[in-house]
């Protein structure tokens, strides 16, 4: 295909050439096929065989190793090799993993962003053109017919749940430890966690600190999984369950105790914005002025790599396909602005926990 050379300097201001820009556009056209030839050279070992080998390894040996005809093969390594994920000698017609396939087969995110990417999203996404015109995640009837995804985790195949929950927990295990520096350098008696999920940090919790309470407030059947999680567990005795659907409006926030602490993680970018505005609202409404909010999320404005950014506004499509058709992954300016337009102040943002995870603190003003 003939490139004007005057596309280069049409669009002198960006990185790549004109021949550049033109392959990553086939990248995006053949993106699908790219993402599942990649997909099954990990599911069958291919990648790490070739990576093993040493010298590298020919279309025939991979076939006889892998278990797969010569033919399967060939049309997977050809088209690795156009991907850059695998490097070809010509001399000798042995493949060799590139540095891209190095991190695919190696980088744990990566290998998550895949499983959570097919189990979850795929099928869904092809519906991503209805569910953005209709403000409903279109795509979630090819697992059941719920509003949102969160009513019917529980009932979701084995797979698609396990791959569900290693990407949740990913993108929030790896900041708990510093989190609960943070959230316990207060000295808390009672937290409440808003859409605690399956207990984990509120297991983490407990186990930090000997006195703390901890109520977890999410639907009637994700306390059901929590229950089961955290049964037997030391310091479950301490973790309690308060039930209500919080996109409903009338659900109120639990009066039954004074709370120091109230944890939202990874909570909010399941709502669109005036949701999270009456979210926050009817948290603040049981705040005082020595009762903390903290939001933990990874907004894609803080950042300290391009790539974690574009792992994360990737996801906001999943939030409209599949989850609930309306949330998105925030700036943390944005969040800011919904924080303060529920009543409510941001006193410091911690930044760098974890893979890229920022906790906003925020307090009631002494006026309100």
């Given at each position: 295909?003939?490139?004007?050379?005057?596309?280069?300097?049409?669009?002198?201001?960006?990185?790549?050439?004109?021949?550049?820009?033109?392959?990553?556009?086939?990248?995006?056209?053949?993106?699908?096929?790219l993402?599942?030839?990649?997909?099954?050279?990990?599911?069958?070992?291919?990648?790490?065989?070739?990576?093993?080998?040493g010298?590298?390894?020919?279309?025939?040996?991979?076939?006889?190793?892998?278990?797969?005809?010569?033919?399967?093969a060939?049309?997977?390594m050809?088209?690795?090799?156009?991907?850059?994920?695998l490097?070809?000698d010509?001399?000798?017609?042995r493949?060799?993993?590139?540095?891209?396939?190095?991190?695919?087969?190696?980088?744990?995110?990566?290998?998550?962003?895949?499983n959570?990417?097919?189990?979850?999203?795929y099928?869904?996404?092809?519906?991503?053109?209805?569910?953005?015109?209709?403000?409903?995640?279109?795509?979630?009837?090819?697992?059941?017919?719920?509003?949102?995804?969160?009513?019917?985790?529980?009932?979701?195949?084995?797979?698609?749940?396990?791959?569900?929950?290693?990407?949740?927990?990913?993108?929030?295990?790896?900041?708990?430890?510093?989190?609960?520096e943070?959230?316990?350098?207060?000295?808390?008696?009672?937290?409440l966690?808003?859409?605690?999920?399956?207990?984990?940090?509120?297991?983490?919790?407990?186990?930090?600190?000997?006195?703390?309470?901890v109520?977890?407030?999410?639907?009637?059947?994700?306390?059901?999984?929590?229950?089961?999680?955290?049964?037997?567990?030391?310091?479950?005795g301490?973790?309690?369950?308060?039930?209500?659907?919080?996109?409903?409006?009338?659900?109120?926030?639990?009066?039954?105790?004074?709370?120091?602490?109230?944890?939202?993680?990874?909570?909010?970018?399941?709502?669109?914005?005036?949701?999270?505005?009456?979210?926050?609202?009817?948290?603040?409404?049981?705040?005082?002025?020595?009762?903390?909010?903290?939001?933990?999320?990874?907004?894609w404005?803080?950042?300290?790599?391009?790539?974690?950014?574009?792992?994360?506004?990737?996801?906001?499509?999943?939030?409209?396909?599949?989850?609930?058709?309306?949330?998105?992954?925030?700036?943390?300016?944005?969040?800011?602005?919904?924080?303060?337009?529920?009543?409510?102040?941001?006193?410091?943002?911690?930044?760098?926990?974890?893979?890229?995870?920022?906790?906003?603190?925020?307090?009631?003003?002494?006026?309100?």
């Open positions: 295909m003939y490139i004007d050379p005057a596309l280069d300097k049409q669009f002198s201001t960006e990185r790549l050439s004109a021949l550049e820009a033109q392959r990553m556009a086939e990248f995006i056209a053949w993106g699908p096929v993402f599942q030839v990649s997909r099954l050279m990990l599911k069958w070992g291919i990648f790490e065989m070739i990576s093993q080998s010298a590298g390894m020919t279309i025939t040996e991979v076939a006889e190793k892998a278990g797969i005809s010569e033919y399967a060939k049309v997977l050809e088209a690795s090799l156009c991907s850059g994920t490097l070809a010509a001399e000798n017609d493949f060799t993993l590139s540095k891209t396939g190095w991190f695919l087969l190696n980088d744990r995110r990566t290998r998550i962003n895949i959570f990417n097919h189990d979850v999203n099928e869904g996404l092809f519906r991503l053109e209805e569910s953005l015109k209709e403000g409903k995640p279109a795509g979630l009837r090819h697992f059941g017919d719920w509003p949102t995804v969160y009513e019917g985790l529980s009932q979701l195949p084995e797979q698609v749940q396990e791959s569900w929950f290693a990407f949740d927990h990913f993108y929030s295990d790896e900041s708990f430890r510093q989190a609960l943070i959230v316990f350098a207060r000295h808390p008696k009672n937290l966690d808003v859409g605690g999920n399956t207990g984990r940090w509120a297991l983490r919790c407990v186990d930090f600190d000997g006195q703390v309470e109520t977890i407030m999410d639907l009637p059947q994700q306390l059901e999984l929590m229950r089961r999680f955290t049964a037997g567990k030391n310091g479950a301490r973790i309690h369950g308060y039930g209500g659907n919080l996109l409903d409006g009338s659900t109120a926030f639990p009066t039954d105790r004074h709370y120091d602490a109230i944890w939202m993680s990874q909570f909010l970018d399941c709502f669109a914005a005036d949701e999270i505005v009456s979210i926050l609202r009817r948290a603040a409404s049981i705040m005082d002025g020595e009762s903390r909010l903290y939001i933990m999320e990874t907004f404005d803080r950042q300290k790599f391009d790539t974690a950014a574009f792992c994360l506004t990737m996801t906001s499509l999943y939030f409209t396909a599949i989850a609930n058709g309306n949330s998105k992954m925030y700036h943390s300016d944005e969040m800011r602005r919904l924080v303060e337009q529920a009543g409510l102040q941001v006193e410091m943002i911690h930044d760098g926990l974890g893979q890229g995870h920022s906790i906003m603190v925020c307090s009631k003003p002494c006026s309100m």
